[in-house]
């Protein structure tokens, strides 16, 4: 297993009147996070806060190129993020323990934070579909280029780590500096992740992704 210092690259925030930073996601324009009761979008190039949408945010966040997914307790809702409605609700697999959220392969990845375990979940049912164990608890989780990470937060110890999606292997990690944590996490399906700073740090921050050698 490889593992080496992460390398934040840019920190956002704080951002003015938010306490916590949860689920982070991007939808090829705006990175987008959760902070309790709403879900903001910041411009990743400026910095800027660009909108909010009043709903309960206290977890996971995703985009499946449509629509948003949020964790709100025990439930992840389906949000139309043009007008903010909620279009769907279904259970979340840890009834309330949930933490990261990610959209692939026409699913839903759940992280459940003190189970140390991520589902693979149906997003019309919430019916599980298959379940990956970790050894550490699980925060944001991601798919990048067929890759799995997911964040880790445990004690004062923090990392993103690349796991077989088979087996839950630890095959990458990127160790978090000391006092600095992970929440939410996404890929900008290029050279940098989305970390939501959790805690009362408000803040998100970008951690370059390895590069991967030429096939």
Not at 31 to 39: E, N, R, S, T
Request: aromatic content about 8%.
């Amino acid at each position: 297993m490889k593992s080496t210092t992460a390398e934040i690259v840019r920190e956002y925030g704080p951002f003015e009147g938010v306490k916590n930073v949860g689920g982070v996601t991007y939808d090829g324009r705006h990175v987008w996070y959760a902070a309790g009761d709403k879900l903001i979008a910041f411009d990743p190039a400026s910095g800027e806060t660009q909108r909010s949408i009043d709903v309960a945010a206290h977890a996971g966040t995703a985009f499946d190129g449509r629509y948003l997914y949020q964790i709100a307790e025990a439930r992840i809702h389906k949000i139309d993020p043009a007008t903010g409605h909620v279009l769907a609700t279904i259970p979340a697999p840890g009834n309330g323990g949930d933490s990261g959220l990610a959209w692939a392969e026409g699913t839903l990845w759940v992280g459940q934070h003190r189970d140390r375990k991520i589902h693979q979940i149906d997003p019309e049912t919430g019916a599980i579909l298959r379940t990956i164990e970790s050894n550490r608890f699980v925060t944001g989780v991601t798919w990048v280029d067929g890759e799995l990470w997911h964040g880790t937060w445990e004690g004062e110890e923090s990392d993103i780590r690349r796991i077989d999606a088979s087996t839950g292997e630890v095959l990458e990690r990127l160790e978090m500096p000391p006092g600095v944590g992970v929440s939410g996490l996404e890929s900008d399906g290029g050279d940098r992740f989305f970390c939501g700073g959790g805690g009362k740090s408000a803040k998100v921050r970008a951690v370059r992704r390895p590069e991967r050698p030429a096939r």
